[in-house]
Every structure is written in C-alpha cells, then in structure tokens.
C-alpha cells in the first residue's frame, strides 16, 4: 500500500500523525491538539476536543466534531510505542509536536509527505489526503452515512457521500472485474491498478 511507504519515509517522530489521520478521518487541526489525557491505547480510543487553529488552541469547528472515535488495533498498539518515545508524561503533553514542543506547521508536514510521495512516484499526495483516505476506507467497510458522518465528524450527510460516491465507483470496477473472469471461464482476476483504470477511462472517453 503506497500510504504506508509513503509514511515509513517520513520523521519518525510525525508518522503517527500519518496512522492517526488515516485511523480517524480527523482534521489536521483536530490532530495536532490532542493531547496525551485525549488518546486511550488501551481502550484503542481518541477523544477529539479541540482544534488548533490560526496559532491558537480552540473549541472544535461544530458540536457534531466532539467525538470519540476508535482506533485500528495496529494504530492503537503503535500509539503506545509513539507515546512512550515521544510524548511527555505530563496529561497536557501534545500526541504530536516539533523538537520545542509546539503543534508542527501544516506546510511542515506537508513537506515531509510532499517530499516521501515524490520518492515513490506519486504527486499530488497532500496531508489532506490522507482524510479522504481513511473516509473511502471507512464507506468500504458499509458503514452507514450516519455513522460514517459521526467518525469524521460532519454535521452534514453531503460531504460523507463524497466517501460514499468513491467507493461506488470502486465497487462498479470490482463488478466489472468479475464480469471479465466469467467469461474466461470463471477465472478469478485480479482488480485493475488507478493508474489503469484511469487509462481505461481515457480510451473509453477518447482522451487517451
């Protein structure tokens, strides 16, 4: 999974910005203000509070953004390592900040994945999709709208359905696909990378 090399070329001490992001669907924002008293390993749980915005720690943007979400068990049990290593042991201590103990800039991070993505051949791989990411993993999982809305903390169906629309256009891929095996006989096939279903679509479309 390119997400994965992406984050094991990044600081040690941001990957689990990376893990969390993807394991929650939450903000940057959201992320960055959390602090030890808000993350369980244990219960595998992360309370979301508060944000840090413009410089400054503040409430979440709405009421439906206060949320427990639930950890992965992979993310949970590397939560604890990264706890160990890098956070303070005092409650306030943040889950994920620079050397001098602040919440690391948006660019700052930005860099670092801009930088891992570029490694491996990827472009256009922001921080902010590492939200869709989790999002498209969490409608795969048949997750409601509502509880899809709930663990990204949307006060709003229309945005989750973004998530929802995404994998649609997966699942009609996978449908396609076990169409192409049946006709060769039942053969089991393997689903077509991005990279060729984009160019599927090119010929289809007559841009290619």
Known sequence: MQFRRIVARLPK???MLLLLAVG???????LVALRRRDVDPVAGTVRFERQWYRGQFKP????ASDRLVYLPPDVAGLLAVHLDLFVGPDADALVTSTRNGAPPPTNHINGYIHAAAAAIGEVDYSFHSLRHLGGTLAAQTGASVREGMR????STSRAYLIYQRAFDDRDQAIAAQIG??????????????ADELAERRQRRDGTG
């Not at 192409?180 to 990378?193: E, K």
């Open 180 to 193: 192409r095996g049946a006709a060769q006989g039942g053969r089991v096939l393997p689903l077509p990378t």
């Open 151 to 154: 663990r990204m903390g949307q």
């Open 24 to 30: 929650t669907t939450a903000r940057y924002g959201e």
């Open 60 to 63: 979440t943007k709405r009421p």
């Open 13 to 15: 001490r941001y990957r």
